[in-house]
Each structure stands twice: as structure tokens, then as C-alpha cells.
């Protein structure tokens, strides 16, 4: 069964403390990884697609890694406005006809204290 | 440029009321998807639509409708609520080609007693 697991669920950074984040995956053939950013309240926002094993993308203070078994978001001297939930999803090679059907992971909150 | 739009924010319902999410873009995308949100849940695809004039079931479909009234609009219906459909709903856009990243709205706060 094709299944995503982020972890931590929960992470409390002080301003300037980096760290990484982290999203793993068991899929049969995976066709893509995203990274979304969701603030409460807020829809999820999107940050980075990931296609293959050592691809990386960098945003500011993020940085998105791949590797074939799964994907770490780091995060470099955060500030409080990278306070936010992180969201992980993939799309597989039996993706049915859409790119909306993505696997999501659960999430991780991260808090960035100043 | 509103991107996508949802309307209501916030509902509550009884059981058995009937009402309609809408959900309209400007961002010219021709897919088109609607999610709902639970605690501990990740996200999970309802109904999703790949062009005007086509919808199909996602994950868990059962208890909603959906049309695509015309590009820029996806609507979803529940004709009976269920206090099991309480959930924040999500609409989001795509531009349809491979890959491409979702886009969404800020969802509509559904509470079913």
C-alpha cells in the first residue's frame, strides 16, 4: 500500500536553530514529491516539486532534498514567520489520470520562537 | 488576481440539510479538485474534475456531488449532511499537465450537528 509518514509531528525551534524535517515514502514508482506550507486557516501554499533521487531545491531559508526512499525539508536559521504547518505529498506512477491524486502526508508543525 | 475563490467560509448545518461549496478561479487552469481536511487525516480527494465538462471520483466520494458549471467554476454538493462530514474543505487547481503543482483556496469550515 502506498503510504507517507512525516515526522516529527511537532518541532519547537528557537529563531536561528536549524533543523530538518522529514517525509518518507513507500510507493509503487513515484512520479513526483511536493512540499506545501499551510498557515492556519490558510489554504496549503506551494513550495517545491521533486522528481528524482538527488534532486534539490533551495527557497530563503528552505531547502528540499530527495532521495529514493524520501525527502527532507531543511531549514536554515528560521524566523518566527516560518512558523507554519509542512505538508508532504506524493504523486505515483498509479496516479489514476490525475495530478490531484496525491498521497499527503499528515504534516509537521513547526513553531520558530523568537 | 483572487486565484482560487471558495465561498462560504464557514457553515453549519443539521442533519440532513442539504447545501452547495462553490469554488471558482481565475488562474485559466483546467483542472479542477475538491479535498476535505480532518485532524490527523492528510489531505483526501473527494471529487476532482480534469477538464470542463468531465468529473470523477477521488478517494472518498461517497455523500457528495459534484459539477463544473464552465472553466472557472467546481461545485460540491452534499444533499443529506452527515455529522461525519464535518471537515474543513479545500478547493484546489491545477494546470493539468504533468506534475503540476496544486493551487488552493482557504478552504470552507463545515460543521454538521
Known amino acids: 500500500e502506498d503510504q507517507v509518514t512525516q515526522s516529527p509531528e511537532a518541532l519547537r525551534l528557537q529563531e536561528g536553530e536549524s533543523s530538518s524535517l522529514n517525509c518518507s515514502y513507500t510507493?509503487?514508482?513515484?512520479?513526483?514529491l511536493f512540499w506545501y506550507r499551510q498557515d492556519p486557516g490558510k489554504g496549503p501554499e506551494f513550495l517545491f516539486t521533486l522528481y528524482s533521487a538527488g534532486e534539490e531545491k533551495e527557497k530563503e531559508r528552505l531547502k528540499a532534498t530527495l532521495t529514493k526512499k524520501e525527502s527532507f525539508l531543511h531549514i536554515t536559521a528560521p524566523k518566527p514567520e516560518d512558523s507554519a504547518t509542512y505538508l508532504c505529498a506524493v504523486q505515483t506512477m498509479n496516479y489514476g489520470g490525475s495530478q490531484g491524486n496525491l498521497i499527503f502526508g499528515k504534516g509537521t508543525k513547526l513553531s520558530v520562537k523568537p | 488576481n483572487a486565484g482560487v475563490t471558495q465561498t462560504p467560509k464557514f457553515q453549519v448545518l443539521k442533519t440532513g440539510q442539504s447545501m452547495t461549496l462553490q469554488c471558482a478561479q481565475d488562474m485559466n487552469h483546467n483542472s479542477m479538485y475538491w479535498y476535505r481536511q480532518d485532524p490527523g487525516m492528510g489531505l483526501r480527494l473527494i471529487y476532482y474534475?480534469?477538464?470542463?465538462?468531465?468529473?470523477d471520483k477521488g478517494e472518498v466520494p461517497n455523500g457528495y456531488n459534484v459539477s463544473r458549471l464552465n472553466k472557472r467554476e467546481f461545485s460540491l454538493r452534499l444533499e443529506s449532511a452527515a455529522p461525519s462530514q464535518t471537515s474543513v474543505y479545500f478547493c484546489?487547481?491545477?494546470?493539468?499537465?504533468?506534475?503540476?503543482?496544486?493551487?488552493f483556496g482557504n478552504g470552507t469550515r463545515l460543521t454538521v450537528t
Open positions: 474534475s480534469a477538464s470542463e465538462g468531465t468529473t
Open positions: 510507493v509503487s514508482g513515484l512520479r513526483g
Open positions: 484546489a487547481t491545477s494546470a493539468g499537465y504533468y506534475n503540476s503543482p496544486l493551487h
